[in-house]
């Protein structure tokens, strides 16, 4: 998840031309016409397209509304776009320029980032939530579904029934027990009520036979 969160696309962040003017010290007009050209030269937009260069990697033909509710045009600057104005100046105005401009972008992906880890903590908060629900309604389930108290009685009377002393009604239930997996009734649910007939009375029959066997030895 931590690379996911990283990841930025690079048309994602952008800068505004108003903004880039105020960090360049230029005016507004002067950057659209560096970008877009002039009747006697060729701005740098149509440069790169003239030279297959994808010009939104660079720069974003957007809008804005002015105070008097004014459609006007504007840029967005990708970080390369900023790379490419700062190469077109050079010395102290070079270098302010792009130590605004990196830290502008800093500033954004860190803000993004910080979104994007609050967003993906509260996902597992929630997930975590939902995992416990599920736990809690889960067990809810199981104790709606275990035999009630009349239903083990009802199972220790039928061993009774089928057998004729405290020691084979022990015998019959370790039987039982151990044949469906369990070590007390509890473990069961009341849809096992016929596989547990089923096993106390196949138990009681073969008992019946050991001992007859035994008898007949005699």
Not at 131 to 145: D, G, I, M, P, S
Not at 172 to 192: N, R, S, Y
Request: proline letters at 0%; aromatic letters at 10%; a positive charge.
């Amino acid at each position: 998840m931590g690379n996911k969160l990283m990841t930025l696309n690079s048309k994602e962040l952008t800068i505004d031309s108003r903004e880039i003017s105020k960090m360049m010290e230029v005016s507004h007009w002067k950057i659209l016409r560096k970008l877009e050209g002039a009747s006697d030269r060729k701005g740098y937009i149509q440069i790169l397209a003239d030279n297959q260069m994808v010009v939104s990697d660079f720069f974003i033909e957007s809008t804005y509304i002015d105070e008097s509710g004014k459609e006007n045009k504007c840029y967005k600057f990708t970080k390369m776009g900023c790379e490419f104005m700062a190469n077109k100046f050079t010395g102290e105005k070079g270098v302010l320029f792009t130590a605004k401009y990196v830290q502008r972008f800093n500033q954004m992906e860190n803000l993004i980032r910080n979104k994007q880890l609050e967003s993906a903590n509260r996902e597992i908060r929630e997930l975590k939530n939902t995992v416990a629900e599920f736990k809690r309604l889960t067990e809810e389930a199981k104790q709606q579904y275990k035999p009630s108290h009349k239903r083990k009685l009802d199972y220790n009377k039928m061993i009774k029934s089928l057998t004729n002393n405290c020691e084979e009604v022990q015998t019959v239930k370790d039987w039982t027990f151990g044949l469906l997996g369990i070590e007390k009734w509890d473990d069961t649910c009341v849809d096992d009520s016929k596989k547990i007939i089923e096993t106390i009375t196949t138990v009681a029959r073969l008992l019946t036979i050991k001992k007859f066997e035994q008898l007949s030895l005699f």
